[in-house]
């Protein structure tokens, strides 16, 4: 009887036993880790100080990573080329930058100049970086530095030789990007912590400083402080390094008093791996809203990178608490950011580069997979006119800086309306959004226009119904091109028209609506071309279409022809009907296919002058929505071909020597490689009433959106593809939940509803 007894339960643990074994087999297979499919050296022997990130959460105050180039402007920051860690800085963001550490070892014969002489050699063979870690070996010290963060607090763990003298350096004054850092203080609060505040000066975008203000802790005691008088930085001696030594550093841009807070808040635990482990399951949750099956293996590493970096960029500047810096008056002071019922703020509140191309990329994707990214920022955006009288088109340091031209963020809150993102208060968001298409408004002013309000042309553009080039008011800022700001104002006011028809504006809907036909003032029936104008309203003479930057943004007249994105027929009437438009944008293709799609990096046009002359340049906004075009105008084989090529000469490689050949500003071309490749795109912005979504080619068998059920009635929606391959590229039948559609066309409705969009391939 005992035998028996026995035997059942032994059957009885094995079973258990077996079940516990499903079950753990059954997580292995749902848990995927994306981070490890993030090439995190995408082109980062080009990156700028604020295009690399390794330690840092998804939009976090701390984006904590080496430097290996410090004062080369836009060439600073981590550059893959550069063999020598100068410093772990804390903030690498538009227009701001600093707060750098390094761990050294100190020696009788480096203890005279320790505080000139730190830096250190590395090997990237003893790197290892995925999204929220980062570490290396610093050579001469032989010390191996780990770095991980939580959105405001970085966290560092040294691992030192035994028996040496230790130490970290803080190069509080120092270089990075555009930014000195001056004015470095610190101060030992306790037995192992410190706190201090070092000022970020102007810069030539960022017209007023920034003080920046940090809290320490350290595992173990300080030993010594000692402050260097000639440089300005300071260095603690640490004795007990037998064991890793971990430090924690918050930030604010309020108080020290808001960085122990965000400390206390964030990290009140010394678990280095457990932060690790939290940060990768963050960046997992994130980039897991898309799951795609199919494709090559460096297709997914690729797509996983893109939308790594279409999550990256742009940085929170509030504290846990609600509090954030507010530049946009006479005089700084600190401002405060509602709270829910639980005493949490509503939203953060954040740096941001311009939304200048958005409308192409970061308004569709976000808006679709991360709707509650765009409403924050759209609550962001809003606080910012609250404060200071204007929404921004790129913030930075809680003040505007003006960059670039006219009201990018207008596509992007109208977007974000139409999707039903923002549904309280819209009323208020349409008239703060107004005052920036009127005079007073920051369509007045051009890029880093700080003191006036002449070089947007607006006078003219109201006047005239164009804005001249030149302009004869004089030179009151930068990217003063009469031809792109009369396109890119039309478009906007196309835009903000969309929203006032929601709102029953109707005399304020046909006045934008008619000023949105402006770009119509600048087509040449002759040449065929968007042509400047003079002030006078002639043509401007020796005009040549493929000249950079004659009358145009970052652009030439062959890229910037197509920039109307509202009326593509009406721009194609002008052009002699829709079959001479594609043959026209067709060849163009043709020639751009020639020089890879792209002008190539900064020294690309330099030696070869033919690149600054592409007709179509997908290193760039201006031009990126064109293989759309094709399928506005009936043509959607040739979106799907040449769609198929810029993915595969432009979107594919996975190097630090390339990877966006171009101006990937703060997730841009991150985002439209991600919408190229699930082949989903929103010609203008998402702007009109029920959004409209052209389909292109995907690159993928299978892609399953995972939608927010906060904004969003269904649970996934599906894009499959039959008979896939990079031979067959061309979408022969389309399926939407198994009912067939015959255009190239669906709704956001038909989208965040949930449901299956079945595309058949062929050649």
């Known amino acids: 009887m005992k035998i028996h007894v026995f035997k059942k339960a032994w059957i009885g643990w094995i079973f258990l036993f077996l079940i ?3 079950q753990e087999i059954k997580k292995t297979v749902v848990i995927e880790n994306y981070v490890d499919k993030v090439y995190s050296l995408l082109d980062t022997e080009n990156s700028r100080w604020f295009f690399f990130t390794s330690a840092s959460r998804p939009f976090g105050m701390v984006n904590l990573s080496p430097d290996t180039e410090i004062d080369g402007a836009w060439g600073s920051g981590y550059r893959y080329n550069t063999d020598t860690i100068k410093g772990f800085s804390h903030i690498h963001a538009w227009q701001m930058s600093g707060l750098s550490v390094m761990p050294i070892i100190l020696s009788e014969e480096n203890k005279v100049n320790i505080f000139t002489d730190f830096y250190s050699s590395f090997n990237h063979k003893t ?11 610093l050579d001469r010290y032989q010390i191996k530095a780990e770095l991980t963060s939580t959105k405001r607090v970085g966290f560092h763990q040294y691992s030192f030789p035994k028996n040496k003298e230790a130490g970290i350096l803080f190069n509080l004054n120092t270089i990075l990007g555009p930014n000195n850092n001056v004015a470095g203080a610190l101060t030992q609060v306790g037995e192992s912590e410190l706190s201090g505040k070092l000022i970020a000066t102007p810069t030539h975008r960022r017209p007023k400083q920034l003080n920046i203000y940090f809290k320490i ?27 890793p030594v971990l430090m924690k550093v918050g930030v604010s841009y309020t108080s020290v008093e808001n960085a122990t807070k965000n400390i206390q808040e964030e990290l009140p635990h010394w678990n280095f791996n457990q932060v690790i482990q939290d940060s990768k399951d963050e960046w997992n949750s994130l980039l897991g809203r898309i799951k795609v099956q199919g494709g090559t293996e460096q297709d997914q590493h690729r797509f996983y990178t893109d939308l790594w970096h279409a999550l990256q960029g742009r940085r929170i500047i509030s504290d846990v608490n609600g509090a954030y810096p507010d530049n946009t008056g006479a005089a700084f002071r600190i401002g405060q950011l509602p709270l829910n019922n639980k005493g949490k703020p509503l939203f953060n509140h954040y740096n941001s580069d311009s939304f200048w ?20 920022f759209s609550q962001s955006l809003m606080q910012y006119y609250e404060d200071g009288g204007m929404i921004p088109r790129g913030p930075s340091g809680g003040n505007y800086t003006f960059v670039m031209t006219g009201a990018s963020s ?6 974000a309306i139409q999707k039903g993102l923002i549904k309280e208060n819209v009323d208020s968001f349409y008239q703060a959004l107004k005052k920036n298409h009127m005079p007073g408004g920051i369509m007045e002013r051009a890029g880093y226009e700080h003191k006036t309000n002449f070089g947007g042309g607006l006078k003219y553009y109201l006047e005239k119904g164009f804005v001249p080039y030149p302009l004869p008011d004089g030179d009151f800022g930068s990217h003063q091109d009469g031809a792109s700001l009369t396109l890119e104002y039309a478009y906007q006011d196309w835009a903000l028209a969309q929203l006032a028809k929601k709102l029953g504006k109707q005399e304020d809907a046909e006045y934008f609506s008619k000023r949105s036909k402006n770009y119509q003032n600048l087509f040449d029936l002759n040449s065929g071309w968007i042509h400047p104008k003079n002030v006078n309203g002639g043509w401007i003479e020796n005009y040549d279409p493929y000249q950079y930057q004659h009358g145009f943004i970052e652009a030439n007249g062959a890229q910037a022809t197509w920039f109307v994105p509202h009326d593509l027929l009406g721009l194609a009437k002008l052009m002699g009907g829709n079959k001479k438009a594609v043959e026209k944008l067709n060849t163009q293709f043709e020639e751009a296919e020639k020089l ?36 506005q105008l009936g043509r959607p084989d040739l979106t799907e071909y040449w769609s198929r090529k810029i993915i595969e000469k432009v979107f594919s490689g996975l190097s630090h020597a390339s990877g966006y050949n171009g101006d990937e500003d703060q997730g841009l071309m991150g ?27 995907p690159i993928f068998d299978k892609i399953t959106i995972e939608l927010n059920n906060d904004y969003y009635k269904g649970k996934t929606f599906e894009i499959k ?24 066309k669906i709704h956001h409705d038909d989208i965040v509803n949930g449901g299956v969009l079945e595309l058949q391939m062929s050649k």
């Open 596 to 631: 890879g799609f792209t002008s190539g990096d900064s020294h690309a046009a330099e030696l070869h002058p033919e690149y600054s002359r592409i007709p179509i340049n997908y290193g760039n906004q201006p031009s990126i929505q064109t293989a759309f075009i094709f399928q």
């Open 410 to 415: 207008t596509p992007f809150i109208v977007s």
């Open 671 to 697: 985002s439209l490689a991600v919408l190229m490749k699930i082949g989903l795109f929103q010609m203008n912005g998402g702007t009109e009433e029920n959004p409209e979504y052209q389909i292109g080619s």
């Open 127 to 137: 790197e290892n970086i995925k999204p929220g870690y980062h570490s290396l070996l």
């Open 217 to 243: 802790k350290l595992n173990v005691p300080i030993s010594a402080l000692v402050k260097d008088e000639q440089t300005g930085n300071y260095l603690i001696n640490i004795k007990n390094t037998a064991s």
């Open 20 to 22: 516990s074994c499903s």
């Open 721 to 744: 593809t039959k008979n896939n391959s990079p031979e067959n590229v061309y979408v022969k039948n389309i399926q939407l939940n198994n009912t067939t559609i015959n255009t190239h």
């Open 357 to 376: 191309g958005a409308q192409w990329t970061i308004n569709t994707l976000w808006g679709l997979v991360y709707p509650e990214i765009m409403e924050e």
